[in-house]
C-alpha cells in the first residue's frame, strides 16, 4: 500500500505562486507513474500533470503548459508541482495520485491510479 499526503495548498491572489507536495509512505514510489489532477465545485475531475518513474518529458494539460512543472525526488518519496503564474480558474482541490506501472507511458485517465492522496486546496482570488 501507498499513502499519499499533499501540503501546500493555500491562498493567492493571481499571478502568484505556489508549490505542492506530495509525499509517499508504506512503500517507495521510485517506480511509479505520478500524477496531479484537480476538481474544482461542480466539475469534474481532471489531469494537470505527470511524471514517469524516470522523471523524463512529463505531460501537461493544456491548460497549464507553461505555467506549472512537475518534478519529483525519489531520494525523497516526493512529488512536487510547482505553479507559477496562477489564475482564478486554477482554483481546485488538487490531488496527487500514483500508479503501479513501470512503463513511460504518463495516463491522463484517473481510474487507472491505483493510489490517492486526500488532496489540498488552492484557491486564486482576482
Known amino acids: 500500500q501507498v499513502q499519499l499526503v499533499e501540503s501546500g495548498g493555500g491562498l493567492v491572489q493571481a499571478g502568484g505562486s505556489l508549490r505542492l507536495s506530495c509525499a509517499a509512505s508504506?512503500?517507495?514510489?521510485?517506480?511509479?507513474?505520478m500524477g496531479w489532477f484537480r476538481q474544482a465545485p461542480g466539475k469534474e475531475r481532471e489531469f494537470v500533470a505527470g511524471i514517469s518513474w524516470s522523471g523524463g518529458s512529463p505531460s501537461y494539460a493544456d491548460s497549464v503548459k507553461g505555467r506549472f512543472t512537475i518534478s519529483r525526488d525519489n531520494a525523497k518519496n516526493t512529488v512536487y508541482l510547482q505553479m507559477n503564474s496562477l489564475k482564478p480558474e486554477d482554483t481546485a482541490v488538487y490531488c496527487c495520485a500514483a500508479r503501479d506501472d513501470s512503463t513511460l507511458y504518463i495516463s491522463r485517465t484517473s481510474r487507472v491510479y491505483d493510489y490517492w492522496g486526500q488532496g489540498t486546496q488552492v484557491t486564486v482570488s482576482s
Open positions: 508504506g512503500r517507495t514510489i521510485s517506480s511509479y507513474t
